[in-house]
């Protein structure tokens, strides 16, 4: 028992201390964007549920399946461009070209032929396949 607890307690310690991937930034950015004052509290929660669903596609692996607003978004952010020790060091510029492309891919269609951000603003989730 005491070999199972050693062993809990050194893979919470590893994952407290491994540094979050550069991507998690976007999803951050997203959520401080799009949630922070946003007076619909059924979207936020709805958001806030969805998670990383927001762009990949729930059953999927992440680094493999993006969901339609995922593949929008991935034409404008690239992880290679957002290196960890990099955002740590500039993260007003970071959050700025972040934040960007967020509002670039706003007045892109999703599948159903609405916008991204009209759907935001309406308090949908932007991507219809994103298997939720």
């Known amino acids: 028992m005491r070999i199972f607890a050693m062993i809990f307690v050194i893979a919470i310690a590893i994952a407290v201390t491994t540094p979050a991937s550069a991507v998690g930034v976007f999803h951050t950015h997203w959520k401080d964007h799009y949630l922070s004052g946003n007076k619909n509290p059924l979207f936020v929660k709805t958001a806030k549920k969805a998670g990383c669903f927001i762009c990949h596609v729930k059953g999927e692996k992440k680094e493999d399946a993006r969901n ?29 070209r972040i934040v960007a492309a967020f509002e670039k891919v706003e007045d892109e269609l999703s599948r159903d032929g609405d916008g991204f951000g009209r759907k935001i603003s309406k308090g949908q989730l932007p991507a219809v396949d994103a298997g939720l």
């Open 68 to 96: 339609e607003y995922g593949e929008a978004l991935g034409k404008h952010l690239k992880a290679a461009d957002f290196p960890k020790a990099w955002v740590k060091n500039n993260p007003d510029e970071a959050k700025k």
